[in-house]
């Protein structure tokens, strides 16, 4: 006979329960499983609800990249293809060398005709006929002509120097493999010459030899000797780009008269720093003119061996033109390279 314990036992855990299996049920546990069993069910809502919003968001995202790029390239459209400038480059390159050499005879006959006196005074005190370029250049109101002339003249320096680096980099296709790194270093030193020659004029002519010598003198053997390597890097440079080319009738020319310019001037160099040495230690007679006459000669063939450009861009055009960015660059893309 059953006791009564066991009877109680048996009816509060009928058969299938967790009595049968050893493990006692109560109230608390029934309630912390079911608290359990939420908290699971809650985090896959979570779950479930993150992974779905992620790539949503994504979606949301790249749709709004593609609205974006449409909307830009709506506006590059509506700007429309436009030429507001054009000029000739030969045009342009003729005036900007043949101003200071007009320039330089204009006040070379004003000041010698009206400032015969104050152009010809030296420290020496000395028999004198030819008035030195500093000196022409350094009275009024030759002053303000002759730095009026430089100003416009190097303006255009400045772009014409890049667009030379550009022009030569160009035919870089043409050589070994093994020519351009030292092709390429030369391009970039003539650029920098090119540049400090520029900065160089700039200095002699605002800074002149009555307001401050010291400074003058040290700027004009700058100029000078950047304007002398300047001349022979490009000789270099040409030589190493045309080997084996058939020239043209215009590249022969510009060639030939760059070459006979340098000469011109190193031998120009030569006479100026003997007469000067004469002029500033022993004051010769005429010595200063001598000085003045070779200084002449430098700048003029400086200013020729500039004015070749005519012959290495015979042909070519300076535009201003109004479009959008892309549509340009596919064009200009499109379009065949020098080699």
Not at 60 to 82: F, L, N, R, V, Y
């Amino acid at each position: 006979m059953p006791t009564p314990a066991a009877a109680s036992t048996a009816a509060v855990s009928p058969p299938g329960t967790a009595a049968d299996s050893g493990v006692v049920s109560t109230p608390m546990a029934a309630a912390s499983a079911s608290l359990t069993h939420s908290g699971n069910k809650s985090r896959e809502r979570g779950d479930s609800f993150g992974d779905s919003s992620g790539p949503a968001q994504q979606q949301h995202k790249k749709d709004g990249e593609m609205e974006e790029e449409t909307t830009i390239s709506a506006k590059q459209q509506e700007i429309p293809m436009a030429i507001h400038y054009m000029a000739s480059f030969h045009e342009i390159c003729v005036v900007t060398a043949l101003l200071p050499l007009v320039t330089l005879f204009t006040c070379f006959v004003t000041a010698y005709v009206f400032q015969y006196d104050d152009v010809h005074e030296t420290h020496c005190r000395v028999y004198n006929i030819v008035p030195s370029i500093s000196a022409i250049t350094g009275v009024s109101p030759q002053r303000y002509f002759w730095r009026f002339s430089i100003a416009l003249h190097i303006g255009p320096r400045i772009p014409i120097a890049f667009v030379y680096k550009n022009y030569y980099r160009a035919q870089l296709a043409r050589l070994a493999p093994s020519l351009v790194p030292k092709t390429s270093w030369l391009i970039t030193l003539i650029l920098v010459l090119n540049c400090i020659e520029i900065a160089a004029l700039g200095g002699v002519t605002y800074i002149s030899n009555r307001e401050n010598y010291p400074v003058h003198e040290r700027i004009f053997i700058t100029f000078m000797i950047c304007s002398l390597c300047y001349m022979l890097a490009t000789i270099k440079l040409n030589s190493i780009l045309n080997a084996r080319q058939t020239l043209t009738e215009h590249q022969r020319l510009s060639i030939k008269w760059k070459k006979i310019l340098f000469v011109a001037s190193i031998l120009s160099t030569i006479g100026l720093l003997v007469f000067f040495a004469k002029h500033r230690f022993y004051c010769h007679d005429l010595a200063f003119s001598w000085f003045a006459f070779f200084e002449y000669l430098i700048a003029i063939a400086n200013m020729l061996f500039h004015f070749t450009i005519i012959w290495d861009f015979p042909s070519q055009f300076m535009l201003i033109v109004q479009g959008p960015p892309e549509t340009l660059k596919n064009h200009l893309a499109g379009k065949p390279k020098l080699n």
